[in-house]
């Protein structure tokens, strides 16, 4: 198996392993092919920095990884540590080969880890460049953005479509103060209410993709998500709400 040869190699060489986790028929997969991993930048950076190994995650011997990384979507990009564990995970395909390398670079240092980052923030420090780094590593980990993302704009919050951008691209939790004022205030915003509602939509249907693709679950936060949906005026309330008790049905099924 490919990826047990390279952890061997890996203990030769004394490298991080990084893993490009595809299938045959993804298109995004192959857009990476074509546009990032055949740019030599890319290539000397992490033929020098890494072992890289390419993973077909629909053949025989590759399906328990699938399972073992809760990937569950295409492409997904691993960065191992020497003992197997996972440094950083990364969900669907870069757009250049710089940002493609600074990715490579980050997995390169231990301060920007899950667990550091999430350590400095739970010690108190706020700084802008660090809470949007650091809401972007939770994404790539489908962990849950909502305090971090409340952080961030604890000192700017008003009715703004950089405000309401920022949550479609960022804000993945339930338990966040932002979303509350974004339904309480979407009157106030500069397109209007319908607008307004379309994004507090897509913000519903995020946090519905983490709590019930990603594997991030919890019934708290689940009621509360069902709860901010009632309140939040939306035509289609009755929808998203049949949606989530779908999906919630199926969590309940596997956990027994």
């Known amino acids: 198996m490919a990826f047990r040869k390279s952890l061997r190699k890996q203990k030769l060489e004394n490298k991080l392993i990084f893993v490009d986790a595809y299938t045959t028929w993804c298109l995004p997969c192959k857009i990476m092919d074509q546009r990032v991993f055949s740019q030599p930048e890319v290539g000397t950076f992490y033929n020098e920095n890494f072992i890289n190994v390419k993973l077909d995650m629909e053949k025989r011997g590759n399906l328990d990884l699938v399972s073992q990384w809760n990937i569950f979507g295409f492409p997904t990009f691993l960065f191992l540590h020497p003992n197997g564990d996972i440094i950083h995970k990364i969900i669907g395909a870069e757009s250049s080969k710089e940002k493609f390398i600074e990715l490579g670079k980050r997995a390169l240092n231990p301060e920007m880890g899950l ?24 994404k790539r ?58 994004s507090i939509q897509r913000i519903f249907r995020k946090i519905a993709q983490r709590l019930f693709v990603a594997k991030d679950y919890s019934d708290g936060e689940y009621l509360i998500l069902c709860q901010k949906i ?7 309330t009755s929808i998203l709400l049949s949606e989530l008790e779908i999906l919630h049905t199926k969590i309940l099924k596997k956990s027994n």
């Open 141 to 198: 980990w489908e962990k849950n953005t909502a305090q971090a993302f409340d952080s961030l704009w604890a000192n700017s919050l008003a009715p703004s479509n950089e405000l309401l951008l920022s949550a479609e691209r960022n804000l993945n939790g339930a338990n966040s103060l932002v979303l509350d004022y974004i339904i309480t205030e979407k009157a106030s915003f500069p397109n209007g209410v319908t607008v307004t509602d379309i």
């Open 115 to 138: 667990n550091v980052m999430s350590l400095k923030f739970n010690s108190g420090y706020k700084e802008k460049n660090f809470l949007e780094v650091y809401i972007n590593i939770l």
């Open 230 to 236: 009632k309140r939040s005026g939306l035509r289609d």
